[in-house]
């Protein structure tokens, strides 16, 4: 009995613990509400409540199910080009906080050991404040009179962004496509900084002294051997910085216009201004799937390649 007790505790010890503890986690705070999501997806919508899925008429179990929302999102042009509307932008926020977030996290890498710590702090001082009022900050910096708004149209850049379509008239600057980017950017940035020095922290850098001894130039070497070695610190970042993006809702709320709608703003209308939850859930489900299924294969051809010889 003794040892049928210790069999069955082997596997709940040590390093089976160790999984089992942040799978259950995973468990209960993502499958088990995502699962109650799409249960509600594909349900209909009563009086004042969702309808059950199965009920029992003359002794007899129904089961109805209904697929019509997932038809509706599909056909009506306002969710689609809310979702291609979603990933266009997040995929803009993701490029700008890379293209601005590699020089700063390579120099934080390369700074001397006593300096490190104090631009680890910068980096992570906006988190001291409240998201949402770093967000009504940047309301009052591009309104009319700010002094970001200010500087912009006094250096003629107000042109360049209405030439590029990133705004829909010379010195206005909020409620546009620029106004939008420009928030996500400067509130996902360090989320995109911290696993790229985390990275390029850890590089042997006997590496790049190989490499000049060989004669290849610092740029040569930059491309070749830095930019592969921190490939996992860029993936990171840019899956920190695009999930949250895609369904972002307080930003574009207060910094985005009609022309900006996201598809946290219309998932939003659905459940409290239209009661309609079914649509809505239908929504949220297929926002996560756009998430999840490309990062699923992603990680799936990322095992592959490294069984490979």
């Known amino acids: 009995m003794q040892s049928a007790l210790k069999r069955l505790w082997m596997p709940l010890s040590g390093r089976g613990l160790v999984i089992a503890v942040p799978l259950l986690f995973l468990l209960i705070f993502f499958l088990l509400p995502f699962l109650i999501v799409g249960k509600i997806s594909v349900s209909e919508m009563g009086t004042v409540a969702v309808n059950d899925l199965f009920s029992i008429e003359d002794g007899v179990l129904k089961a109805s199910i209904k697929f019509g929302n997932y038809v509706f999102l599909v056909q ?42 104090a631009l680890l702090m910068l980096v992570m001082l906006p988190f001291w404040t409240s998201f949402l009022l770093r967000v009504y900050a940047w309301r009052g910096l591009l309104t009319e009179g700010g002094w970001v708004a200010e500087a912009v149209v006094a250096l003629g850049l107000d042109r360049l962004l209405l ?5 829909s008239a010379p010195g206005q600057l909020m409620h546009t496509p620029f106004s939008l980017v420009l928030g996500m950017t400067y509130t996902y940035l360090p989320f995109m900084i911290l696993p790229l020095y985390a990275t390029l ?37 840019s899956m920190l910085v695009f999930i949250p993006c895609v369904g972002e809702y307080v930003i574009p709320e207060l910094l985005g216009g009609p022309e900006t709608l996201m598809i946290g703003r219309v998932l939003w209308d659905e459940f ?38």
Request: proline residues 6%; hydrophobic residues 55%.
């Open 76 to 117: 009506d042009s306002l969710y689609v080009q809310t979702y291609l509307r979603s990933l266009r932008y997040a995929l803009a926020t993701t490029l700008l906080c890379l293209a601005i977030g590699y020089p700063f996290a390579y120099f934080m890498a390369r700074a001397r050991s006593t300096l490190q710590p």
């Open 272 to 309: 409290f201004s239209n009661n309609d939850w079914p649509v809505a859930a239908s929504v949220a489900v297929v926002m996560v799937m756009l998430i999840i299924v490309p990062l699923a294969l992603f990680n799936k051809y990322q095992a592959e390649a490294r069984e490979r010889p």
């Open 201 to 237: 922290s850890k590089m042997d850098l006997r590496l790049l002294e190989a490499a000049a001894d060989l004669g290849a130039t610092p740029w040569t070497a930059f491309w070749r051997i830095t930019v592969p070695l921190s490939k996992a610190g860029i993936i990171a970042g």
């Open 163 to 167: 030439a590029a379509g990133l705004i």
